[in-house]
């Protein structure tokens, strides 16, 4: 894990919650200096702990070691409350409702294996939840993007 301290800790918190927030409303949020604050902003980017959106974060340079995708199966009548659930657990970094083997699929992060089984034993306990497959991911080759699609709807679009 880096030698993240207090201040960078809640400075990528206020930065996940508005990633367009100015480094002066940041400054005073935190109440630092707004030189620190943009120091700090750029510490965090060259380490690759902020990635450029200033949004999605390095999740193991930040402790989180272990990324699980989570396949689970539900009682229908159960969806709303299990999605309700998963919610409230902090590890579970996102969730969608899938076709196909399972009907709900997570992606859950964790500090070590053990921190993951905790995860999954409090997905399991969830009412509604029949059965979970866990699959660990390696290494992320392509980060979340959004830029090849709307370069493809720039070029089919045409100039104005």
């Excluded at 002066?24 to 949020?29: P, Y």
């Excluded at 229908?76 to 999605?83: A, C, F, N, T």
């Excluded at 009412?127 to 699959?135: F, N, S, W």
Aim: aromatic residues 2%; contains cysteine.
């Amino acid at each position: 894990m880096s030698n993240l301290d207090h201040l960078d800790t809640r400075l990528l918190l206020e930065l996940v919650r508005d990633p367009r927030i100015q480094i002066s409303e940041l400054a005073d949020l935190l109440g630092i200096a707004r030189n620190t604050a943009q120091s700090r902003v750029r510490r965090l980017m060259r380490a690759g702990i902020l990635r450029d959106n200033g949004r999605e974060l390095d999740l193991e340079a930040l402790g989180y070691d272990v990324v699980a995708f989570v396949t689970i199966e539900v009682l229908h009548r159960e969806l709303d409350g299990v999605i309700g659930s998963l919610r409230k657990l902090d590890q579970v970094l996102e969730v969608h409702e899938i076709s196909g083997r399972g009907d709900v699929w997570c992606r859950v992060a964790a500090s070590d294996t053990h921190h993951l089984q905790s995860a999954l034993r409090s997905v399991l306990r969830i009412k509604g939840v029949i059965r979970t497959e866990t699959v660990l991911a390696l290494h992320e080759h392509i980060p979340y993007r959004t830029q090849p699609l709307l370069e493809k709807l720039v070029l089919t679009q045409g100039t104005p």
